[in-house]
Nanobody, 131 residues
Framework: VDIVESGGGLVQAGDSLRLSCAAS????????IGWFRQAPGKEREGLSC????????FYADSVKGRFTISSDSAENRAYLEMNNLKPDDTAVYYC?????????????????????????WGQGTQVIVSS
């Protein structure tokens, strides 16, 4: 399985950005794609995840209402649409995948995503939001 993120860059506060995640090697079954981010000096934070089985989604409170996750299972791609970006959104954004189709449900129950549930990770894409 190979995960590759793209779409990061330098934007101004209030701008929008769409991140893409290409996940090769996952065809043939359902899976969950998750987006995480890690800001300098901070722990990695789970933002949102989506299941290809039923399109169920989870959003962390920090991005709810501003970020939208979507997926195209036919193309094995996922996206994170980020609106009204803030300087605090500056971070390296990671896409990750798991064949555990319960990962969205567990995130909802725990109210947070768990890194260890995700087996496959991309290298990350940098997002910088200037004030």
């Amino acid at each position: 399985v190979d995960i590759v993120e793209s779409g990061g860059g330098l934007v101004q506060a209030g701008d929008s950005l769409r991140l893409s995640c290409a996940a090769s090697g996952l065809a043939g079954g359902d899976y969950v794609i998750g987006w995480f981010r890690q800001a300098p000096g901070k722990e990695r934070e789970g933002l949102s995840c989506i299941s290809t089985m039923d399109d169920s989604t989870f959003y962390a409170d920090s991005v709810k209402g501003r970020f939208t996750i979507s997926s195209d299972s036919a193309e094995n791609r996922a996206y994170l649409e980020m609106n009204n970006l803030k300087p605090d959104d500056t971070a390296v954004y990671y896409c990750a995948a798991t064949r555990n189709t319960k990962a969205v449900l567990t995130a909802k129950i725990r109210t947070r995503m768990l890194e260890y549930e995700y087996d496959y990770w991309g290298q990350g894409t940098q997002v910088i939001v200037s004030s």
